[in-house]
């Protein structure tokens, strides 16, 4: 009895010959039959009315002496033909009457409970009210439980389809009835059952054909030699090293009460539990316990031994089954080949101590409503490509990984819930490409999906959730798409593309991330478009260690810190996105962070809008920038810089900040209708500020201040509501061929000993409201209050014991301090403490006071981003 194989070729090793075989008479020629006469005569007539012998019924005309043939087969004496009650004619009538209308429903009842199935039916015909007695549910419930043994009726419409109902809940009154009909021409695996059979033949009459065996084996022979028709029901039991090789497309079933599969057990210890080959077409295998448990669970050979192994052409159902694997070296279903194409539903795969379900080889199939959790490797492998259909499977606290698609395998999964796994839930790997649609994939114990070695594959309307790490790693040349998932949560970042990492990255909404929403790192270069990435712990999207990308058309708000970082030799394309009400910048370019920021929207965070600094060289054109609580644009620590085209306004403080020792390029930009200044540079910055238009903004169009030294060209200068430019403290400037008019204090203000370059500059039309207010004695607070600076000559009243943050105009000097010991400090910008009510004694010439905020006469610093670096 061989048990060689080829490849996945199987020789099937021939049926043992059973000293038990069914001793209950099986028709056809082949079959088994009982040594006793009088089952031989009941063979014949498949039915026979058992009834007593009456006084008055006919005799035979031998006075009742049969032949010596009759006696030797124990024949009784044939009888004419008679009506039902072989009475006289005139007695019928009394008796059917009583039998049928007289006898109470119980005793009726309990006659009728001794009767077998057939009997049942014949008695049904005989009046309405035995059939309706004989449909009794719980007489067939005893008949059914006592062949079938399920607790409850298992339904079977079509080939391939069982299932239990609950009677109460079933729309027919008699569910143990319809059930025992669907399942009648089964035969039966009940060890010993065949040897009780054959020696209680008498109690089992009208059950003929009802066939018994010892083993699967000899049952699965019984439909190669035409037995039956191949619904094999497995009784309770465990079945251990039988060769279950199936070629031919049977049913076999377990049977038992309760949790049937618990106890229904096929094992082998030896070779693969079952096994599938070409020609078995659609066979079943369902409701019962399938396991492979070697006695050296590591021997290399075993490699090739799985509990259920489906091979090349076959297209099984297998359902309802518990499946185990004890081998460390094989899984516990193995799928292989191409053709193979099992439906598994409703399987239990849990616990293996290798792979709980291995598809490789071209292979198909569809994997349905499982269970399959704690393998020691993953769920799920698929490879070679291989391409399974896996819908609402429960794939969980795996040893290992969820999922694991590689060397180019494929697959369709579908509303799975995969969680808890040690590492990834879902891992592609070298040209895996698979697709999941409508999974949830959380609390993984790493990540969420891992994708690398140039894996691929489709992730759409997912949800990744509660990750310990990133709810999807991308990295090593990996390019998948990932569109329409929902990323939130994770206790690290939402997307973490690395590597060489690329993508196409989606219209997902990705949230409540401890890290990054979206980190691109170390060459990766993915497609981020149409997401929603907000409400993050951190930052919204960061990009550093040479990370670049098409980031476009997202919305970025409400992120603990900056929208979009760039660092470290970064290059991004930042296009079209809205990057809106951060805690702290909107885009942020810091440590030779570089790139291109084009047409985004920029606004409402609490620092600035955009942050330039350490070596950062970006390009940031066509933007809108508006509702910074500090500023437009801050370039700082010698930031760098292209800014073209930008709109930049209604910023509470500048709307372009320049220092320490800045150099940024501004060209074409309108900066209008701030809140503070138009563009401020102290503290050394520098720039080139050329062909802007900067209007209606509340202080100084052009603010310079503490040792800088921009050069202005071409700029268009206007409408401000204080000076147009005003340069201050040490502070120098070059300006050519700008044009500086209608503004409210002055074109041009100069601070004491400041000496700019000036060369074919138009300033025209200013308002002069310094010099006017001057000339009719006002005090300048009354036109600028605390919250702008004119600049003119300045005092301080040593009488009212001013300090170095007070300043006194030349008119309160002249007025309310007259006679005061005062002193000339220099011509620079400041408001006039006397006329905003701070110094001791009352301003004459301003009016009403107005308490001081105590603002430095300088304009106030932006602040910068304190934003940590986290890689």
């Not at 503070?676 to 802007?692: K, P, Q, Y």
Request: include cysteine.
């Amino acid at each position: 009895m061989s048990s060689t194989r080829t490849g996945v070729k199987r020789t099937r090793r021939r049926p043992r010959p059973k000293s038990a075989t069914v001793s209950a008479p099986v028709a056809g020629p082949s079959s088994s039959r009982t040594s006793s006469t009088s089952s031989t005569v009941e063979a014949s007539h498949p039915y026979r009315l058992r009834r007593k012998s009456r006084v008055g019924l006919q005799q035979p005309a031998s006075g009742g002496a049969q032949s010596d043939h009759d006696s030797d087969v124990g024949l009784p004496v044939r009888q004419p033909k008679r009506s039902r009650l072989s009475i006289p004619e005139q007695d019928h009538g009394p008796l059917i009457s009583w039998l049928q209308e007289e006898v109470p429903d119980e005793v009726l009842l309990k006659i009728m409970s001794y009767l077998k199935e057939k009997d049942l039916c014949r008695a049904a015909q005989v009046c309405k009210r035995w059939n309706t007695l004989t449909n009794d549910p719980t007489i067939w419930k005893n008949l059914y439980t006592a062949v079938f043994e399920y607790t409850q009726p298992m339904m079977h419409p079509e080939h391939g389809k069982f299932y239990f109902v609950k009677p109460e809940e079933y729309n027919c009154p008699n569910p143990w009835k319809d059930s025992f009909r669907q399942l009648y021409k089964g035969v039966h695996v009940k060890p010993g059952y065949a040897e009780h059979y054959h020696n209680n033949a008498d109690r089992y009459k009208g059950r003929e054909h009802m066939l018994y065996y010892d083993t699967i084996e000899d049952a699965m022979g019984g439909v190669n030699e035409c037995h039956h028709e191949g619904l094999i029901f497995v009784h309770s039991g465990i079945y251990q090293d039988e060769w279950i090789y199936v070629e031919s497309p049977v049913t076999i079933i377990g049977a038992a009460p309760g949790k049937v599969a618990e106890h229904v057990v096929i094992e082998n210890t030896r070779d693969s539990s079952i096994v599938f080959m070409e020609g078995c077409e659609d066979a079943f295998v369902g409701f019962m316990t399938i396991r492979f448990s070697p006695e050296d669970s590591s021997a290399t050979h075993h490699h090739a031994h799985h509990a259920v192994e489906i091979n090349t052409n076959c297209r099984p159902i297998i359902s309802n089954c518990i499946i185990r694997s004890s081998s460390t070296v094989g899984s516990a279903v193995c799928v292989t080949g191409s053709g193979a194409q099992p439906t598994i539903r409703n399987c239990n795969i849990s616990d293996c101590e290798n792979v709980g379900l291995y598809v490789t080889d071209h292979a198909q199939g569809f994997v349905e409503d499982c269970e399959i959790s704690g393998n020691a490797l993953a769920g799920i492998w698929v490879k070679n490509y291989a391409n399974p259909i896996m819908r609402r499977n429960h794939i969980h606290h795996g040893r290992d990984v969820g999922v694991f698609t590689f060397e180019k395998g494929m697959g369709y999964f579908e509303q799975c819930n995969i969680h808890h796994n040690r590492i990834a839930g879902f891992e592609v790997k070298a040209g895996a490409n698979p697709t999941v649609v409508n999974c949830e994939i959380h609390h993984g114990q790493t990540g969420g999906i891992y994708v690398h070695e140039k894996g691929r594959g489709q992730f759409i309307d997912n949800k990744i959730h509660s990750n310990q790490f990133a709810g999807i790693w991308v990295t090593s040349h990996s390019d998948p798409t990932i569109r329409g998932n929902s990323i939130f949560n994770g206790r690290q970042g939402g997307v973490y593309i690395f590597g060489d990492g690329r993508g196409l990255i989606e219209e997902n909404d990705i949230y409540g991330n401890q890290l990054a929403g979206i980190q691109i790192r170390t060459n990766s270069n993915p497609i981020v478009r149409r997401n929603r990435i907000h409400d993050g712990q951190h930052g919204g999207i960061y990009v550093h260690e040479k990370g670049q990308g098409i980031i476009e058309e997202n919305e970025v708000h409400s992120n603990t810190l900056a929208g979009v970082w760039v660092t470290t030799g970064s290059t991004p394309v930042l296009r079209k996105n809205r990057i809106h009400s951060g805690k702290q910048v909107g885009v942020y370019f810091y440590d030779n962070g570089h790139g291109t920021l084009e047409e985004n929207d920029i606004y409402n965070h609490m620092y600035s809008g955009v942050q330039i600094r350490t070596g950062s060289n970006p390009l940031i054109k066509k933007n809108k920038i508006w509702g910074g609580q500090n500023g437009g644009i801050l370039v700082y620590n010698s930031g760098l810089g292209i800014l073209e085209e930008n709109e930049i306004f209604d910023n509470a403080m500048a709307g372009i900040w320049i220092k320490t020792d800045s150099n940024p390029t501004l060209r074409r930009n309108k900066i209008h209708d701030g809140r503070d200044g138009g563009i401020c540079i102290f503290n050394g910055g520098r720039g080139v500020l050329e062909e802007n238009d900067i209007f209606r903004n509340a202080q100084a169009g052009i603010l310079i201040s503490t040792n800088s030294h921009p050069t202005l060209r071409k700029n268009r200068i206007f409408d401000g509501f204080a000076a147009g430019v005003e340069i201050t403290n040490n502070a120098s400037a070059t300006l050519e061929h700008n044009q500086i008019f209608n503004n409210k204090f002055a074109g041009l203000c100069l601070a004491t000993g400041v000496k700019p370059v000036m060369k074919d500059n138009h300033i025209f039309d200013n308002k002069d409201a310094i010099a006017k207010a001057v000339a009719r004695g006002q005090c300048l607070y009354k036109i600028s209050s605390y919250t702008s600076y004119p600049m003119h000559d300045f005092y301080r009243c040593s009488t009212c014991n001013t300090t170095e943050r007070n300043a006194i105009c030349v008119n309160c000097i002249r007025k309310c301090h007259r006679g005061h010991q005062v002193e000339f400090i220099r011509h620079d910008r400041f408001f006039c403490d006397c006329g905003a009510g701070t110094l001791s004694n009352t301003c004459t010439l301003a009016g009403e006071p107005t308490r001081d905020t105590d603002t430095p006469y300088d304009s106030a610093q932006p602040q910068e981003s304190n934003t940590l670096n986290v890689n």
